[in-house]
């Protein structure tokens, strides 16, 4: 693969932080903003999860993405893995030299480290980073979130509003954020 070369330090290294972050939350959030202070450049990459159902299509959940990075000043790039494709030929097509995975706990290693295994076997050349996840937010997942979807909208946003403490984020952002995700994921 090759490196470019940025005027700053040397190479120019870009990642992905492949997922379905169906939804998107805090812990997904802080894994972000930590690796853009470690790559030059680190895309999103929302990717289907065969054994998931969906109620919200991959190209709106980007647009919602792309308007809360906005409002949150990360820079980050979201983009939607094509059907039937590998996050390793993703990586190879894009020139892309690391994934970013986020670790909760041991089991998240366990599964991480397959797929690990599985995208080398693709892909040789791209390097996995794991990255742990702030105590503060260890508990929560996105399997959670939808199931607190069940509290009503006004309980459920206070209830987010409150757990899911993302930096950056005013109270209103995460309002707004959060009567979206109930919206359509409801």
């Not at 996105?142 to 930096?167: D, P, V, W």
Request: charged share 25%.
């Amino acid at each position: 693969m090759p490196k470019v070369m940025n005027s700053n330090n040397g190479y120019y290294m870009k990642a992905v932080y492949p997922g379905s972050f169906y939804p998107l939350h805090a812990g997904h959030i802080d894994i972000l903003r930590r690796a853009t202070k470690m790559f030059d450049s680190i895309t999103l990459l929302l990717a289907i999860n065969p054994n998931k159902k969906y109620i919200v299509q991959a190209k709106y959940l980007k647009e919602i993405y792309e308007w809360l990075f906005d409002e949150i000043g990360l820079k980050v790039e979201v983009d939607i893995l094509p059907e039937g494709s590998f996050v390793a030929d993703y990586c190879k097509e894009n020139e892309i030299s690391h994934i970013v995975k986020g670790l909760r706990n041991g089991e998240d290693l366990d599964s991480e480290m397959t797929q690990e295994w599985f995208t080398k076997g693709l892909n040789e050349k791209v390097e996995t980073v794991y990255l742990t996840t702030n105590d503060k937010l260890r508990n929560i997942s996105s399997s959670s979130i939808r199931a607190l979807l069940s509290m009503g909208r006004n309980r459920f946003i206070e209830y987010m509003t409150k757990i899911n403490n993302a930096e950056g984020l005013s109270d209103e952002i995460k309002k707004q954020y959060f009567d979206c995700i109930y919206t359509n994921f409801n």
